[in-house]
């Protein structure tokens, strides 16, 4: 997977350090001298998600979805959607940034377009379930 996500990417440019806050907390707290790139990485937020935030892992049929944004294929997690009329609506959702088995650090999305595009996400793993 990390290899196909290498090649979508434009020459020169270099994987997010997804574990960068992670770094900066536990050396924080363990009295360690911590990066200048990973004390960045607590304070900087991308455009369109919230804060960083901590779940626990949610295993269900849905929850975890592909899709493709901006010529990104991303991972998501989706508490609810819903369907009505031959559409979905994802009211909330979450870019996952890692995750282990018990937890997922989550970015919250905020780009309506975002959303829909993982609407149509969960449409095409509803279809993939369904064989159609």
Do not use: T
């Amino acid at each position: 997977m990390e290899n196909e996500q290498e090649d979508q990417r434009e020459e020169g440019e270099k994987a997010p350090d997804v574990y960068a806050r992670r770094r900066a907390l536990l050396g924080l707290s363990s009295g360690k001298e911590v990066s200048e790139s990973d004390l960045r990485a607590l304070f900087e937020v991308p455009e369109n998600y919230g804060d960083l935030e901590q779940m626990e892992r949610k295993d269900r049929a849905l929850s975890h979805v592909k899709a493709n944004y901006n010529g990104k294929e991303n991972v998501y997690f989706v508490p609810e959607a819903w369907g009505s009329g031959g559409r979905i609506d994802v009211p909330k959702a979450y870019l996952i940034v890692s995750e282990d088995e018990k937890m997922m650090n989550v970015r919250e999305v905020l780009e309506p377009s975002e959303l829909d595009s993982i609407a149509q996400g969960v449409m095409d793993e509803i279809r993939r379930k369904l064989g159609r």
